[in-house]
């Protein structure tokens, strides 16, 4: 079969990337076990709401991402239709990275995963039996740094299905991959990847003071808005190709991933929302160009009706809006030659009667539009959350 010279280099990056990742963070050194992997191995998380987020060596996740056991596969592994593997998933940082004394924690250990013929050019990692320890959400405890938590892929040897080591009654603290794997012959790992996760209201005051402190982009200013969040919005980018793109304040995106109209999130961590019901915008704060925003702001998206459901106690919410936007989204769209434009994302509480302002119609011009201006027009108050990202043109 041939494969293009291309694609065996994108592999070959791939693999060097998982290698430098995981031994930047001394996970070989603290799971004792040799990694020098033959295939990649992919994981993704499904979200309640949306696509799956495909993991990429240490991208940290919020805890609400990880609520779903994730799906697992081979990236044109080439792995043989009889083969069974055996997947892990342990936790080398608990109860805190500082003081690692209950780990490992075992999240997750099944055996007789089957490769099945996925897509993208994939094959999909599915097991035939029950799992030895069921997947586990990860649940760091509030105030630790975050969390490792390593996946690995194993062949699976002859006669592990007889293995006594471990079942699932045994505990899952303190448990130790590499003696486990000396124990029942499963050699070195052929594949892994990684997150990092960390508790749930840490990584919200976290990102609500870095949404609060990017003062270098002057958002506040140039959108004349009092800025002074209690809330967390999660933006996040279904791909046409499947998996999604999670934006953290402040992201640099290229506008092929901005294409699909994004998924929202609210992150609750302490208070109570005001209202039942949220009114959304997403605003260019930089056309034609940041030197020259002659035509900012352009208005991106404009809705009210939205309102959240819980998705359980990790204290996220996904928001639906039961209306037509007002402002359909628009993919951002910055000209040849342009700087990156600032795409600003903002969520206010929707007061009564918004539902029969006229101020912006499905027929307003979008450019030159001025959020602040409109807020108090209809009396939407300051954002109680927002969000930000850096779009640039298309490379020519």
């Known amino acids: 079969m041939y494969i293009p010279r291309a694609f065996l280099l994108t ?15 001394e996970i070989p050194n603290d799971t004792s076990i040799v990694f020098q992997p033959s295939v990649l191995f992919e994981v993704a998380f499904p979200q309640v709401s949306g696509s799956s987020i495909e993991v990429n060596a240490g991208i940290q996740l919020p805890r609400n991402s990880t609520a779903i056991p ?4 081979v990236r044109n592994g080439g792995l043989h239709p009889g083969s069974s593997f055996v997947i892990a998933m ?11 004394t209950l780990s490992q924690i075992r999240h997750f250990l099944g055996g007789n995963f089957h490769p099945t013929p996925g897509g993208r050019g994939t094959q999909d990692l599915v097991n035939s039996t ?11 405890p509030a105030g630790s740094d975050p969390h490792r938590y390593v996946f690995l892929l194993f062949n699976q040897p002859k006669g592990f299905n007889q293995q006594t080591l471990v ?3 045994t505990s899952v603290t303190n448990f130790d991959l590499s003696q486990f794997s000396a124990d029942v012959g499963l050699g070195d790992p052929i594949g892994g990847t990684f997150i990092l996760e960390s508790d749930t209201l840490g990584a919200v005051e976290g990102a609500l003071e870095t949404v609060r402190m990017e003062s270098s982009f002057q958002i506040p200013n140039d959108a004349n808005l009092d800025f002074n969040p209690n809330f967390i919005l999660d933006v996040t980018f279904p791909q046409a190709e499947g998996g999604s793109v999670p934006l953290s304040a402040g992201m640099t995106l290229p ?14 961590p302490n208070a109570k929302c005001e209202a039942d019901d949220f009114v959304l915008a997403m605003v260019d704060l930089d056309a034609p160009t940041p030197q020259s925003p002659t035509s900012a702001q352009i208005r991106h998206f404009l809705g009210g009706d939205f309102h959240f459901a819980p998705l359980g106690k990790g204290g996220a919410v996904t928001f639906v809006n039961s209306t037509p936007a007002i402002s359909q989204y628009r993919q951002p769209t910055p000209p040849a030659g342009s700087d990156p434009h600032r795409y600003v994302f903002l969520v206010f ?16 011009s979008i450019a030159n539009f001025n959020i602040s201006d409109f807020a108090i027009e209809v009396g939407l108050g300051n954002p109680i959350a927002g969000n930000f990202m850096l779009v640039g043109p298309v490379a020519s």
């Not at 592999?11 to 963070?25: E, H, K, R």
């Not at 029950?130 to 760091?140: G, I, M």
């Open 130 to 140: 029950v799992a030895l320890s069921d997947f586990l959400q990860p649940t760091p």
């Open 255 to 268: 506008r092929g991933e901005t294409a699909i109209p994004p998924i929202f999130n609210l992150v609750v």
């Open 11 to 25: 592999l070959s990056f791939a693999f060097n990337a998982v290698c430098q990742d995981i031994s930047l963070t």
């Open 349 to 364: 509480n929707q007061p009564s009667g918004f539902d029969e302002q006229t101020v912006v119609t499905p027929t307003t």
């Open 90 to 100: 342990i936790d080398l940082d608990a109860p805190t990275p500082q003081a690692p």
């Open 70 to 73: 994730p799906r697992f596969s």
């Open 167 to 169: 079942n699932a009654t």
